[in-house]
């Protein structure tokens, strides 16, 4: 859908002649298709705070449904062979993570987009949202760019999230996003865990619901334990908040299940200082970077909890590659009957390689397999 943009933009920054030359060459080469059958699947690599994002713009057969909800549905039921060869090896990792470019039914969109990972669809996903802002504008999703910030609307099944992104003579920078309203679900719920026994949980959504806990809880620091420590920590939460549980959603039950657990470092008092997380969502599946969305819900939860003011902003970095993200509360509002918030957040995100993969009949390992 989108090739004629691809091919327009391939290098939005390249001035060097040489390095031109060169690439024309490149593409030529490239141009030439191993043996397979069936279509190419393109997609363009970007990383938002060490966080992968595979975003896959050309190559999937017609997505039907008529809104974003019921074409996430409609991937879950029909299309969920292509996630596993996209996102499984050996095309992809354990932690890899998508976005699958669509339309949207809101006319004040940009893009419509679906996430993926290692074990479905998310609702929301702040890292690709930052990703996505800039992928919209270099690659021309967008008409007529602003200075110094180009709004990107993005309809993620979550809701539509406004996308900004920095952009100076040609060039995208930095993006924030403001969320979805962000609200507390419930406070200090104790769950039994087999393994831990009792543990208290905050939960909270950002356009996705996550257990909160502070790592100390386990004896663990999410910044210097091991990350088979802290997944099999968190993974312990969220299958005991999963089963003990229920969650609501006021206006879908598509978005109501609980989709990770963070573990933090407890400094949810207002400082200028970072404050350092650890998300573990899907199937154990960690998060690089500080995660949009448990930093929306993060403040979100503070905020409930008269820990920070509107619009004092913090500081988020990951416990796995100390990447930031800022975060902060914009505005009260409502979401059906819960207080919400408007959380903005901001972040940097960087490309890494385009690929355009195929597939062989004779490949048994092609439909994508993983090793935990
Ligand atoms: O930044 C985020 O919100 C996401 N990163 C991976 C898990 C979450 O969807």
């Known amino acids: 859908m989108f090739n004629y943009l691809i091919s327009s933009a391939a290098d939005p920054y390249s001035s060097h002649q040489q390095l031109q030359i060169a690439e024309v060459k490149l593409t030529e080469m490239e141009m030439q298709l191993p043996p397979h059958e069936g279509d190419e699947l393109s997609v363009v690599d970007m990383h938002t705070g060490g966080e992968p994002l595979r975003i896959i713009h050309s190559g999937y057969p017609e997505v039907k449904g008529d809104s974003v909800l019921s074409k ?92 900004f992104v920095e952009y100076s003579e040609g060039k995208t920078g ?61 993974t312990a939460v969220t299958n005991a908040v999963k089963s003990q549980v229920k969650l609501y959603h006021p206006t879908s039950d598509d978005l109501a299940f609980l989709y990770g657990t963070i573990l933090t470092d407890g400094k949810d008092d207002y400082s200028s200082d970072p404050t350092a997380n650890m998300c573990v969502f899907a199937e154990a599946q960690v998060d690089r970077s500080p995660t949009g969305s448990g930093v929306t819900a993060r403040v979100a939860l503070q905020y409930h909890r008269g820990l920070i003011r509107l619009n004092q902003t913090r500081t988020f970095q990951s416990g796995a590659t100390g990447s930031q993200f800022t975060g902060r509360a914009v505005e009260e509002t409502k979401c059906g009957d819960f207080k919400a918030v408007v959380v903005e957040v901001s972040g940097r995100a960087f490309y890494t390689g385009v690929s355009r993969f195929v597939q062989e009949p004779e490949d048994k390992l092609t439909h994508g397999f993983l090793l935990k």
């Open 174 to 234: 930095g993006v924030r996003f403001l969320s979805v309203p962000a609200f507390t679900f419930a406070t200090d719920v104790t769950v039994s865990l087999e393994r831990f026994g009792d543990v208290t949980v905050d939960i909270s959504y950002g356009g996705a619901f996550y257990a909160f806990v502070d790592a100390k809880r386990f004896g663990l620091d999410v910044t210097t334990s091991r990350t088979r420590d802290l997944v099999d920590a968190a």
């Open 72 to 163: 996430r549905r409609y991937v879950r039921e029909h299309l969920d062979h292509l996630r596993r060869v996209l996102m499984f090896e050996p095309r992809g990792h354990y932690d890899m993570y998508g976005a699958l470019v669509v339309d949207s039914e809101l006319p004040e969109a940009d893009l419509g987009v679906l996430f993926m990972h290692n074990e479905g669809y998310s609702t929301m996903c702040g890292h690709a949202v930052i990703a996505l802002g800039r992928f919209a504008v270099d690659y021309k999703l967008v008409k007529e760019p602003q200075s110094p910030e180009t709004q990107v609307n993005i309809h993620c099944p979550c809701g539509l999230v406004k996308a």
